[in-house]
């Protein structure tokens, strides 16, 4: 596991372990995950989820449009593959950071996006120079988005 990625994984387990003490019970993570069956990077940032303590079920789907439409991911922010957890989804390439974020807040948010597959973001190799935003969707017809964690350079 490269530095970022345990540095990550570190963060992701303390939120879910606050998170956890938050609520007052001990909570364990589900997250279920529609993917391609030929995508590797789908299955690169599943198994991400997983060494972060999520219990991961992959969902073979030739149909991501359909589970897209379903949970309510706006065309314009939509990524590689789509997770559920808890309440939210996680469209394309959201890193760890960002997981832990939005589940430590629980904002009244539809979920989170990382559009396109960038280099560098989680299941796509790991550069310390990648540069990406994670979009916030807002509940509701409207959809609204707006950047709620960024992924900039290390210095």
């Known amino acids: 596991m ?3 990625e345990f540095i990550s994984t ?3 387990a303390i939120a879910v372990a606050l998170t956890a003490e938050k609520a007052g019970a001990e909570q364990h993570w589900s997250m279920t995950v529609y993917k391609n069956p030929n995508c590797g990077c789908c299955t690169l940032w599943s198994k991400a989820m997983e060494n972060a303590g999520f ?4 969902v073979d789907t030739e149909d991501l449009p359909a589970v897209k439409k379903r949970f309510g991911v706006p065309a314009a922010v939509e990524g590689c593959h789509t997770a559920v ?4 989804f996680l469209d394309g390439h959201v890193p760890l950071e960002a997981v832990a974020k939005l589940l430590y807040e629980r904002p009244d948010l539809a979920g989170l996006a990382v559009p396109g597959m960038p280099e560098g973001s989680l299941g796509m190799g ?3 120079n ?6 916030a969707v807002a509940k509701g017809p409207e959809q ?4 709620y964690y960024e992924v900039r350079p290390q210095n």
């Open 126 to 128: 790991s550069d310390p």
């Open 55 to 58: 219990k991961v079920e992959r």
């Open 85 to 88: 957890v808890g309440s939210y």
């Open 2 to 4: 490269k530095r970022r």
């Open 130 to 135: 990648a540069s990406y935003d994670v979009y």
């Open 144 to 147: 609204k988005t707006s950047v």
């Open 10 to 12: 570190g963060m992701l």
